[in-house]
Every structure is written in structure tokens, then in C-alpha cells.
């Protein structure tokens, strides 16, 4: 299991390092003490997130619903404002002077990778082994995905340990448009100033941002330094803000849409803005395409 903090870098340029870092270090020692409580092995913290293993299925999905119920409780000073993701697989692994090695771990951070704040995602092999009937009857087919260097696609399974009433809307939440409407495309074409790159289903993500580790490096005063992601899910090219002062977007016909810490899903062509409008943008805009 990763279990990660969703929106530190927000955290840190809203609060400052010292204040982030010592929010995120209580909600973590919350999330390892859960952890162990439910029989599981830290294994090590990696920046604000937390790497578990567990040796019972059951016991690591009860731990994952629990640690998000805990972050949800405005009781507890140590969670408020805070939200986490979670990427959980099944499968034997490699321990080494107190580290974990392997394939499993990999898809592990692959799914948490996708998740968003306040979901938990584990793989099909995991829900194969849950005997729980209370986790079995929250376990919810939520995609299937190709991993590079697999054959056999991968199911991806929801947690849904919410109300049924907070996620009815899950599944449309994320499109501009009907997507059933529309081909489905191949590869979203970016360019920003003469600078092009692209994203196809099998691609990683693309972080864009003024911060020098960002794919696609975008400078201005308004813009966070890992301002928002660019990724493919379920096939389709799905943006998700991360930033202060949000996104804006305008597509080819005019529409017009602003995201702030959240995500929709990009078809047919139009510009993208970090921090500022489109109208005060200028040429600071990236330009997208889905072919």
C-alpha cells in the first residue's frame, strides 16, 4: 500500500515549508498508526507519502477505509485540511535491508499515481483475495488498464467506503462533453511557445509548472511550480489542477471552464492557461489538440 497526501505542494506554498511539513509529518504518524494496528509493516516514508505491507488482504482494506474515515474527522487537528490517496496490489515481493523490491510495489505506485484525494484503488488480484463480505460488497470495478510490458490488462477496483450518495456522480464528473459522442482519441498533442510534446494511451503523465522538474516548464508569477498534471485514464486525456490559483481553459468552440484542485477531461482541440485567465494570458497559453 502508498498512502499519500493529496495537494502537499499547495499545502507548502499556502502554509509554509515549516507549518506544511509539520501538518503532513501528524496526518503520516496518524496513517502508520492505523497501519499497524491492522497488523501492517512500515517500510519507509517517502516525502509525504507512506509505503505498507500487509500480510492478511482483509486487514489492509479495513486499513485503507479507516485511514481515510480518520482524515475525514473534523475532530482530529491532525487531519483537517488534508487529503489522501491510495494505490493498493497483491503479490509477493522482495525484501532487502528493511526495503521492498518488485513488480508489486510498482503497480502499487502506479495506482496511487492514479488515484485522487479521498480514493483508494487496488488492483483485481487484491479484491480476489478480500473474504470480508462488508469489503466485498465496497469493492467496485473501476477500470482496466494496459501496463507497460504486461499482456494482460490490468482491473483496477474502487474502494468505495463512502456513502453511495457521495460517489453516484463519480463516473460523469470528469468531461467536457459526452465522450460517447466523440472518436475516441489516439494522442493529445501539446505546445507551448514552439515547444510540442505528446501524450498517447500508453504514456506516462506530463506535470506542467514553472518548477525546473516539470515536463513542460511554464513560467509566471500565478503559477505553482507543479500546477497541474496531464494524464491518461480509462482512455481518455484527463487534467488535474494541483495548483493556488487554478486552470483555465477555453475549447475550440468557446466553451470556457476553470478548474482549482480538480480535474475534467480534455477532447477536440482549444488553450490552456495556469494561474490567469485566457484573456490575461496573453501568448502564455498552452495549446492542445486530441487527434
Known amino acids: 500500500m502508498f498512502a499519500d497526501v493529496a495537494g502537499s505542494t499547495a499545502l507548502y506554498e499556502n502554509l509554509g515549508d515549516q507549518e506544511a511539513r509539520e501538518r503532513i509529518t501528524k496526518a503520516l504518524n496518524t496513517l502508520i498508526s492505523i497501519s499497524k ?25 479495513l486499513a485503507a477505509q479507516l ?3 480518520t ?8 487531519t483537517i485540511g488534508l487529503s489522501i490517496r491510495i494505490g493498493m496490489h497483491y503479490g509477493p515481493i522482495l525484501i532487502e535491508e528493511n526495503d521492498i523490491f518488485g513488480d508489486t510495489v510498482n503497480v502499487a505506485a502506479r495506482l496511487v499515481g492514479m488515484a485522487k484525494a479521498r480514493q483508494i484503488l487496488c488492483s483485481g488480484k487484491l479484491s480476489e483475495k478480500a473474504h470480508s ?10 477500470d482496466r488498464i494496459r501496463l507497460k510490458g504486461k499482456e494482460v490488462p490490468l482491473d483496477i477496483y474502487l474502494l468505495a467506503w463512502e456513502p453511495d450518495a457521495d460517489i453516484t456522480n463519480m463516473a460523469t464528473a470528469g468531461s467536457f462533453t459526452n465522450p460517447a459522442k466523440d472518436t475516441q482519441p489516439q494522442m493529445l498533442e501539446l505546445e507551448y511557445r514552439g515547444k510540442q ?12 509548472g514553472r518548477g525546473k522538474d516539470c515536463d513542460l516548464i511554464i513560467s509566471g508569477d500565478l503559477i505553482s511550480r507543479f500546477h497541474a498534471r496531464i494524464e491518461v485514464r480509462r ?16 475549447t475550440e468552440d468557446g466553451q470556457n471552464f476553470f478548474l482549482r484542485r480538480e480535474e475534467n477531461t480534455l477532447f477536440g482541440s482549444g488553450v490552456i492557461s495556469l494561474g490567469s485567465s485566457i484573456e490575461k494570458a496573453g501568448d502564455n497559453l498552452l495549446h492542445y489538440r486530441c487527434v
Open 37 to 61: 494496528r491492522h497488523r501492517g509493516t512500515l517500510v519507509k516514508t517517502i516525502g509525504d507519502e507512506i509505503l505498507v505491507y500487509f500480510l492478511d488482504p482483509d486487514l489492509s482494506l
Open 235 to 250: 482512455g481518455r486525456f484527463v487534467i488535474t489542477d494541483q495548483s493556488t490559483n487554478g486552470t483555465f481553459i477555453r
Open 71 to 78: 482524515m475525514e474527522d473534523l475532530r482530529s487537528p491532525e
Open 67 to 69: 485511514m481515510q474515515e
Open 197 to 208: 510534446m505528446s501524450l498517447a494511451l500508453d504514456s506516462d503523465t506530463i506535470q506542467v
Open 133 to 142: 463480505h462488508d469489503m466485498l460488497e465496497k469493492l467496485r470495478l473501476f
